[in-house]
Nanobody, 128 residues
Framework: RVQLMESGGGSAQAGGSLRLTCTTP??????MAWFRQAPGKEREGVAA????????YYSDSVKGRFTISIDNAKNTVYLEMSSLKPEDTSMYFC???????????????????????WGQGTQVTVSS
């Protein structure tokens, strides 16, 4: 069973920063991504990255404020979040797409159905 493990969530004030970390089991994935889901809302993709080349894609809601990156040597994906807003409050999930399911980057890389493996989530709360 493939397990992804998120960490780094917590509380921040509006305008502040947090960094989320996702550790993976060292397998080769086609894409990695971060999603978020607030109570009563659908899961929303915020950023995706191709592990092999580092190219990234962002949702409009976080573009310019969040940065996804990967350290292949450490099997770790990061989400650097800055200029946080109260509307960023959510449970954040790490996701991975199997190498057998290539899909590249673009709007579809932020669709939950494009990912095979998920972490348990880490809560981010931003106060005004």
């Amino acid at each position: 069973r493939v397990q992804l493990m998120e960490s780094g969530g917590g509380s921040a004030q509006a305008g502040g920063s947090l960094r989320l970390t996702c550790t993976t089991p060292g397998l080769t994935f086609d894409r990695m991504a971060w999603f978020r889901q607030a109570p009563g809302k659908e899961r929303e993709g915020v950023a995706a990255i191709l592990p092999g080349v580092g190219n990234a894609y962002y949702s409009d809601s976080v573009k310019g404020r969040f940065t996804i990156s990967i350290d292949n040597a450490k099997n770790t994906v990061y989400l650097e979040m800055s200029s946080l807003k109260p509307e960023d409050t959510s449970m954040y999930f790490c996701a991975a797409a199997a190498a057998s399911h290539p899909g590249g980057l673009g709007q579809s890389s932020l669709w939950p159905e494009m990912y095979n493996y998920w972490g348990q989530g880490t809560q981010v709360t931003v106060s005004s």
